[in-house]
C-alpha cells in the first residue's frame, strides 16, 4: 500500500503561483507514473499532468500548458507541480495519483483556491 502526502495548497490571488508537493511513502523508482488531478466543485476529475519516472517525460492537460510545471525528486521521493499564472479556473481539489502496472494510489486532496 502506497501512501502519498500532499502540501501545498492554499489560497492565492489570480496571477500568482503556488507549488505543490507529494511525498510517497516509498521510492518513486518502482512506478510507472506519477500524476496530479484536481476536482472542481460540480466537475469531474481531470488529469492537470503526469510525469513518467524512468524517462522523466511529462504530459500536461491542455488547460495548464505553459503555467505548470510537474517534476519529481528520487531523492525524496516526492513529486512536485510548480502552478504560474493561475486563474480562478484553477480552483480545484489535487489529488496526487500514483501508477504501478495496473494498481494505483491517491492521496487525500489539497484544496487551492485561486481569487480573482
Known amino acids: 500500500q502506497v501512501q502519498l502526502m500532499e502540501s501545498g495548497g492554499g489560497l492565492v490571488q489570480a496571477g500568482g503561483s503556488r507549488r505543490l508537493s507529494c511525498a510517497a511513502s516509498e521510492s518513486i523508482f518502482g512506478f510507472n507514473a506519477m500524476g496530479w488531478y484536481r476536482q472542481a466543485p460540480g466537475k469531474q476529475r481531470e488529469l492537470v499532468a503526469r510525469i513518467i519516472i524512468d524517462d522523466g517525460r511529462a504530459d500536461y492537460a491542455d488547460s495548464v500548458k505553459g503555467r505548470f510545471t510537474i517534476s519529481a525528486d528520487n531523492t525524496k521521493n516526492t513529486v512536485y507541480l510548480q502552478m504560474n499564472s493561475l486563474k480562478p479556473e484553477d480552483t480545484a481539489v489535487y489529488y496526487c495519483?500514483?501508477?504501478?502496472?495496473?494498481?494505483?494510489?491517491w492521496g487525500q486532496g489539497t484544496q487551492v483556491t485561486v481569487s480573482s
Open positions: 495519483n500514483v501508477k504501478l502496472t495496473i494498481d494505483e494510489w
